[in-house]
């Protein structure tokens, strides 16, 4: 599979699922707690082989499996003495999922 090109947004993706398998290794609590995933995904995640998760990478193709912060903007124009406090104090994204649609459309 290493002669495989990756993209951008691939290498991202293989970046930061290794992240996170690493991390469910060490302490699956917090690596859940930091990046949003319920139980279920870590086991699975965590019993996937290396070779499966860059097939899973290769498979997806341009789509991105991490969205950024969504207070990502605030924190870039933060001056750097503040940006790790501001951005402990504020969920990486809202706790309930904005609805799709609004109301007067469904």
Known sequence: MSSIQFTDVQLTNLYLLQAIRLGI??????TCRKFGLDAA???YL???SQEEVWSFVAHIGQSTLFP???????????P??????LAAVHAPR???PAPLLPASAT
Do not use: G, N
């Open 80 to 85: 750097a003495p503040l940006q790790a406090s």
């Open 41 to 43: 995904q870590a086991e």
């Open 94 to 96: 809202p706790q309930h």
């Open 46 to 48: 965590a019993t996937m």
């Open 25 to 30: 290794a060490q302490d699956r609590v917090s």
């Open 68 to 78: 950024p912060r969504q207070d990502l903007l605030a924190l870039l124009k933060a």
